[in-house]
């Protein structure tokens, strides 16, 4: 997958490539009302089962995107998508915090912008 687009992290010694993608925007979206609102949700969970829920839903989503985009691209090679139950029983809570900040990395590359400015006579002032 395109290295400024993802971020690997590794469930039960398998690397996976979290990448955010427009269907996964559209869930985030569906689930917490927007990017924007996906820090506050994560920071406000009522109870610690409840943070681990969304961090292990958001893992899951983002991580079957890269799956889900090579599914698409070979047809005759399809690989099994992730399950929220395999993330809860390859993890552990202290690797899920570590993988915050993967998930932090990959949204940010996910939503960023490269503007170039180019060059234009019609936008020269004449001197």
């Excluded at 398998?14 to 569906?30: N, P």
């Excluded at 552990?92 to 990959?106: G, I, Q, V």
């Amino acid at each position: 997958m395109d290295n400024e687009r993802s971020t690997m992290i590794n469930i039960g010694g398998q690397d996976y490539e979290l990448i955010l993608t427009t269907k996964a925007t559209k869930e985030i979206a569906g689930r917490y009302g927007g990017l924007e609102n996906l820090g506050e949700k994560l920071m406000k969970s009522e109870n610690f089962e409840m943070a681990l829920d969304e961090i292990v839903w958001l893992i899951t989503l983002m991580a079957n995107q890269s799956l889900l985009i090579y599914n698409l691209k070979h047809p005759e090679d399809q690989k099994t998508l992730l399950s929220q139950e395999a993330v809860e029983l390859l993890t552990s809570p202290l690797e899920l915090a570590s993988y915050k900040e993967a998930l932090t990395e990959a949204m940010f590359k996910g939503t960023k912008r490269n503007i170039v400015s180019e060059e234009d006579s019609k936008n020269l002032q004449a001197e």
